[in-house]
């Protein structure tokens, strides 16, 4: 599996919220929704969820190991790292 693009958009308001991401894996599927928080330990990803019926939010597509989780998080936050620097200048 290889993420072929990565789309950042950086939100512009105050909060822990800090962007929303799209992202394509082998140049055939998209996950989009995927958010980038700032937590007490640092930037990290939360997968798109929604509401079920019972109150709670499921994630509605994710990855199912740890490599797997740590490798999206990895070039999610490298691309939100770089469109960060990128509007500095």
Not at 28 to 46: Q, R, S, W, Y
Request: glycine share 6%; proline share 2%; aromatic share 4%.
């Amino acid at each position: 599996m290889q993420i072929t693009d990565v789309r950042v958009r950086k939100v512009a308001k105050e909060g822990k919220l800090k962007a929303v991401v799209s992202i394509t894996i082998d140049d055939e599927f998209v996950v989009h929704d995927i958010k980038v928080i700032e937590g007490e330990k640092g930037l990290f990803i939360a997968m798109p969820s929604k509401k079920s019926l019972d109150g709670e939010y499921r994630d509605i597509a994710h990855p199912i190991n740890s490599v797997t989780r740590e490798k999206i998080q990895g070039m999610i936050l490298e691309r939100y790292q770089d469109a960060a620097e990128e509007e500095e200048e």
